[in-house]
């Protein structure tokens, strides 16, 4: 038996897990900003997230990627589930907001913002976080590239060979991943955290003025 669905479409275990990770996140980032980074062990912040190691594992490959919130992409995305939740919203037949949904469910890790300042703070110490950063997001928007690139060669707009299919892909999950983050930025800004139904309101809402800016520039 699932969990009843919470009001942000969550079920009970995959809110368990979503705090578990936040917990590993949350201790590796401040082990990190309290200790420096060269400081901080696997053991240390498991302990004080109040799991194992091998748990630690299960949702991050390595400290840093801890310390920045990022998903393994094992677990961040599969093909098959990805191009099941876009299939699943392509229904609305607006394919920004439904690659820009599916781009935040797949980096969705810290979207509430709570740690976003601290984030920013450990990458100015530790440069060494900016590039697994930028390595990380550019080797995930090329797997949703893929998973988008498949959608569109099934998308009549896309079949007429005026565009490179595997380039717009791309450069729409760039696009879309641009907006998850002014998204993520603005409520970073404000003085307390934002609760997870407020960060998503924010978040659909910088979704339409994403379109509204693409209807202004055609």
Do not use: W
């Not at 309290?34 to 004080?48: F, K, L, M, R």
């Not at 595997?166 to 729409?172: E, G, K, L, V, Y």
Request: hydrophobic share 40%.
């Amino acid at each position: 038996m699932t969990g009843a669905p919470y009001p942000t479409g969550e079920t009970l275990r995959a809110r368990k897990q979503r705090q578990t990770r936040e917990a590993i996140h949350r201790a590796a980032l401040r082990r990190a900003l309290e200790h420096g980074i060269e400081n901080v062990t696997v053991a240390e912040v498991s302990a004080e997230a109040n799991v194992s190691t091998r748990t630690f594992f299960n949702y991050f490959p390595t400290k840093e990627d801890a310390i920045l919130g990022l998903r393994d992409v094992r677990e961040s995305i599969d093909g098959d589930a990805a191009m099941e939740s876009l299939m699943d919203r392509e229904p609305t037949g607006d394919l920004v907001t439904d690659v820009a949904h599916l781009v935040r469910s797949v980096f969705a890790a810290t979207l509430s913002g709570s740690t976003v300042k601290r984030i920013r703070e450990a990458m100015v110490r530790y440069p060494q976080l900016r590039r697994r950063q930028l390595e990380r997001v550019s080797h995930i928007e090329e797997h949703l590239g893929r998973v988008v690139a498949r959608h569109l060669r099934s998308d009549s707009r896309f079949t007429d060979g005026s565009v490179d299919i595997d380039d717009a892909a791309r450069m729409i999950v760039v696009v879309c991943a641009g907006a998850m983050r002014f998204a993520v930025h603005s409520s970073a800004n404000e003085d307390s955290p934002r609760s997870i139904e407020e960060s998503e309101l924010q978040f659909d809402q910088t979704v339409e003025l994403l379109r509204k800016v693409i209807r202004k520039l055609q």
